[in-house]
């Protein structure tokens, strides 16, 4: 099982990225799916899921700001990070929510807010 993320970079307040996560190696459409995050010197944090079917939920900083998103076909998922502030610093990566099996972590995509 592979987990690769990508489209991390340095964005002002306000601004938007949408990062993604291509997956390899395991059977995509039955599995749920998040991203998380880990700032430094916190702990990671999941911020959304959804689920094999498309069932979205999300971590209370980042509802109305964040979207998750899948393609079954591509075996992608992506978020889609609106309105972004400096707490929002962070490495982002994918991977299954926590009560599912843990794969293994990918390398992570840097996502810097700051003006």
């Known amino acids: 099982v592979q987990l690769v993320e990508s489209g991390g970079g340095l964005v002002q307040p306000g601004g938007s990225l949408r990062l993604s996560c291509a997956t390899s190696g395991m059977i995509f459409t039955i599995y749920d799916m998040g991203w998380y995050r880990q700032a430094p010197g916190k702990q990671r944090e999941l911020v959304a899921r959804?689920?094999?079917?498309?069932?979205?939920n999300y971590t209370d900083s980042v509802k109305g700001r964040f979207t998750i998103s899948r393609d079954n076909g591509k075996r992608m998922v992506y978020l889609q990070m609106n309105s972004l502030q400096p707490e929002d610093t962070a490495v982002y990566f994918c991977?299954?929510?926590?009560?599912?099996?843990?794969?293994?972590w990918g390398q992570g995509t840097q996502v810097t807010v700051s003006s």
């Open positions: 959804i689920t094999s079917g498309g069932s979205t």
């Open positions: 991977n299954t929510p926590p009560d599912w099996t843990r794969l293994a």
